[in-house]
């Protein structure tokens, strides 16, 4: 209403267009109630032919259900009835009954007024349902109503039409309920006009709000709130606060989005976006590079599906992990690049719920896969390595209080297995001998508690599965967290069984020669204060070839053991040299004899040196001089007995030999390898000179011992070591690392040299015959001899590097020659690269060797 009166002539007063308005409104109103009360009474007339036609078709169908038993269907039944036959009430002249089938054709002649059948059109709408009833104009003009009903059988659709006004005193029924209606409209279009009257002073103020609410819409700029008190006044205030609130929230968006675009553009990760229709809408310049394109336009508008992934079959599973759950995270892919390469990709990805669209990340994981592998395969070798050490390797967890990792050798030494070691049982402390198990619990706790060194080491005693006393020596390192927590023991143990027992030989050996010393017949003089001899026993007499008739008596005591006069260790402990002060010049002049004070006697002296005099070639003794005091204290004489001591001592040089060489082939063993590696280390890192070491394994030499058998493997284990003695020079080291595995330390020798010498050990070896004795013609095989060869790996220390390290390289190129052949020489050039060389070359060119 505001509306229409604010576009008449400005005019005009208010009242003026008011009362325009009302004028108009009822001109209107007429013409609706008008139109109402015709359709009003038009509607219930139709409802009332309907409803008076209802009954005759419900009578008709009756009639022809019954009628349908003596005739073979309801149509010819349909045709048996005639005018006559319906009752009083059908045969009205403003009645017709006509039946149609299912196709909307007349199946037999309409009974009554024809000139009311439907059109063609209108019988086919009514055989495409099942029952109905309607309302239209006959041919003629008049009304029509129409009802129909389908036959339980389907075959016959039976209507009713009739064109029958409603009875006398229904219309002015009718027109009374619309004039009832009109008068409720009325009052509802005076109710409403009063409305607006009320309501037309808010007309301005509300238009004002409306136009302020536009713009601040569409510039977020905040309304001045308007200075009324009423609720136009709190509506004002609240759209100036409601606009500030949005303007804030877009402003925040804005820097959310920009943060989010700069994200997507920096991220090193490939980012994408997809639209619902799967196809790539944005891509960061990470993603555009990862795929191998110059322009982020090419890849806009693609198929993400068909230009991300290779199989498509795996990038239906990521489609649907993403629909099924919302998000995937690092979903595993292969992806290709334009060029048609192919790469390993892990994909985080999160739908945006509609269609295909998402976001994701796409990571390149190729070379993080083709590192994990080497580090797998570096792994499975130095697990190789542990597992095949002859000690035991452990870490012990301090949290869980078990072993988290044993070495094989740990059955081979206790006879427990490892899983049951791992299960603690039996418990640590019960292996542990109960003679150390205190002093062994005090120096790990002092380890882990951070008492002395970093690293400990000491030897005790367990008791093996069989109870039987076995010998380790442990180091352990105490292993922390980056909090500096302590977390577990790494260590190793090695079994010194053997040597203890040896020491304890030697200890014993070294007992039973003090009490021979004492009691049996040993070399023994004794002289007096005045440097005679007065005792020269026999064993004496066969030591030095002078008999006690020469001797005694005189002062001729050094003669046997000098070239010169000079005082033996008698006449040093007679001179009572400890009590003047000069003991320990005299131990300088008499260096060369190891002199030093008796810890067995008091103030008894005590050497060891070599007499070339003695006859055949010398001897090597032991001297030990004790003063003999009379009940004073002073003394009156003093004693010397003499060992001989060269068959000991060759003794002790030949069990010092046997501990660091081999039995079987003689050359040294990894022990004396690894001890000799250490001081070589110290040197080279003092003066700087070149090393290198070889590691060489005979090839296939499983099968040989597998055809020959073990006792020909020993053999021919010989025969490569004398061959190996021949390959290399005086001051290298030639060691048999382990099994059919040699090494060789070469000081002082640069990649060339070793080179060299590494191809003269294979050539020498293939040119070898290896033909086990009894075997002659090698099981015939007409004669030809049986050949071995080896493979050699070659490494040269690098600055800085420590031992273990040039031994692992050595190692890695000895296995690259074995895969690659076997029978030849690789180097470790470091850095990762390693050079197999062609069988016969000794050289590397100046690259590589750099």
Not at 155 to 163: D, G
Not at 215 to 233: F, I, K, T, W, Y
Not at 713 to 722: I, T
């Amino acid at each position: 209403m505001g509306s229409i009166l604010n576009k008449w002539p400005q005019g005009l007063s208010v009242g003026a267009k008011l009362a325009a308005a009302l004028v108009l409104v009822a001109l209107v109103s007429s013409l609706v109630i008008a139109g109402v009360q015709q359709w009003y009474l038009r509607h219930s007339a139709e409802s009332y032919a309907k409803a008076h036609l209802s009954s005759h078709l419900k009578q008709v169908v009756d009639m022809v259900e019954r009628t349908q038993g003596k005739y073979a269907d309801p149509v010819e039944a349909m045709r048996r009835i005639g005018a006559g036959q319906l009752p009083a009430s059908h045969r009205a002249n403003d009645l017709l009954i006509f039946g149609i089938n299912p196709q909307g054709d007349l199946v037999a002649p309409p009974i009554g007024d024809q000139s009311m059948l439907p059109p063609p059109e209108i019988l086919r709408h009514m055989a495409s349902s099942a029952w109905g009833a309607f309302s239209l104009t006959g041919n003629d003009g008049r009304p029509l109503a129409v009802a129909y009903d389908r036959l339980p059988s389907g075959e016959l659709i039976l209507a009713v039409a009739s064109s029958r006004e409603p009875p006398v005193g229904m219309d002015e029924h009718y027109r009374w309920a619309a004039s009832l209606l009109t008068a409720l409209l009325v009052a509802v279009i005076v109710a409403f006009t009063a409305l607006l009257w009320s309501r037309w002073f808010l007309t301005r103020p509300l238009r004002r709000l409306t136009q302020e609410a536009e713009m601040a819409a569409q510039e977020l700029v905040p309304p001045v709130a308007m200075e009324r008190s009423d609720e136009l006044g709190r509506l004002s205030v609240a759209l100036a606060s409601l606009t500030s609130s949005a303007r804030d929230m877009v402003q925040k968006a804005q820097e959310e989005k920009a943060r989010f675009e700069r994200l997507f553009s920096q991220t090193k990760d490939g980012a994408y976006i997809v639209d619902h229709n799967g196809l790539i809408s944005d891509a960061n310049p990470a993603l555009v590079s990862m795929l191998g394109l110059e322009r982020r336009e090419h890849l806009l508008g693609k198929d993400s599906q068909a230009t991300f992934f290779v199989d498509r079959e795996e990038a239906q599973l990521y489609l649907n992990s993403l629909q099924a759950q919302g998000y995937v995270q690092d979903f595993p892919g292969t992806m290709r690049r334009m060029d048609g390469s192919t790469f390993e990709a892990l994909i985080t990805a999160t739908w945006a719920g509609q269609g295909k669209a998402r976001f994701g990340l796409v990571r390149d994981v190729t070379q993080l896969r083709k590192d994990q592998m080497a580090l797998h395969e570096s792994e499975a070798r130095y697990r190789r390595l542990v597992d095949n050490a002859p000690d035991i390797i452990y870490r012990w967890s301090l949290e869980r209080g078990r072993f988290e990792y044993l070495s094989s050798a740990t059955h081979q030494i206790t006879g427990y297995s490892v899983q049951r070691i791992m299960r603690d049982d039996p418990p640590l402390l019960k292996a542990i001998h109960p003679k150390h198990r205190g002093r062994v619990l005090t120096h790990w706790r002092g380890v882990i508690r951070g008492r002395g060194p970093t690293v400990g080491e000491q030897e005790f005693m367990i008791l093996d599965a069989k109870g039987r006393t076995r010998w380790l020596r442990e180091k352990s390192i105490l292993v922390r967290d980056e909090l500096d927590k302590p977390l577990a023991l790494e260590g190793i143990a090695t079994d010194i069984t053997e040597r203890k027992l040896l020491e304890q030989e030697l200890k014993r050996g070294h007992q039973m020669v003090a009490n021979t010393l004492q009691g049996l017949p040993t070399a023994v003089m004794v002289l007096d204060r005045k440097h005679k001899v007065v005792h020269w026993n026999r064993a004496m007499e066969r030591l030095t070839g002078f008999s006690a008739e020469e001797m005694v008596g005189t002062s001729r005591q050094w003669e046997p053991f000098y070239l010169s006069k000079r005082k033996v260790l008698a006449d040093l402990v007679l001179d009572d040299l400890a009590l003047e002060g000069n003991l320990e010049r005299v131990l300088k002049n008499n260096g060369e004899l190891s002199m030093k004070k008796s810890t067995l006697v008091d103030g008894g002296l005590e050497g060891e040196g070599f007499f070339p005099t003695l006859k055949p070639n010398g001897r090597q003794l032991y001297f030990l001089a004790a003063p003999i005091r009379d009940p004073e204290g002073r003394i009156v004489r003093a004693v010397e007995t003499l060992v001989d001591l060269s068959d000991k001592r060759r003794l002790e040089q030949e069990l010092r030999r046997l501990s660091v060489t081999d039995s079987l082939t003689g050359l040294y063993n990894q022990r004396f390898f690894y001890a000799t590696l250490s001081r070589e280390m110290l040197t080279v890192q003092r003066y700087g000179h070149s090393f290198s070491i070889l590691m060489a394994d005979i090839d296939f030499f499983k099968s040989y011992n597998d055809r020959f058998g073990h006792l020909a493997g020993d053999q021919a284990l010989v025969k490569f070591s004398q061959a190996l003695q021949r390959c290399v020079r005086g001051m290298d080291l030639a060691c048999r690392y382990g099994g059919e595995e040699f090494a060789v330390l070469l000081p002082r020798t640069a990649m060339a040299e070793a080179l060299a010498v590494a191809e003269r050990l294979r050539a020498e070896v293939s040119r070898s015959d290896f033909t086990p004795e009894g075997h002659a013609g090698g099981d015939g095989e007409g004669g030809k001899a049986v050949r071995l060869t080896v493979s050699v790996g070659v490494a040269t220390l690098g600055p800085s590097e420590e031992s273990q390290g040039v031994v692992r390289r050595a190692d890695d190129a000895l296995y690259a020659a074995k895969q690659a052949g076997r029978n030849l020489v690789a180097a470790d050039l470091r850095q990762g690269r390693i050079k197999v060389l062609p069988r016969g070359s000794q050289v590397l060119n100046s690259v590589e060797q750099g």
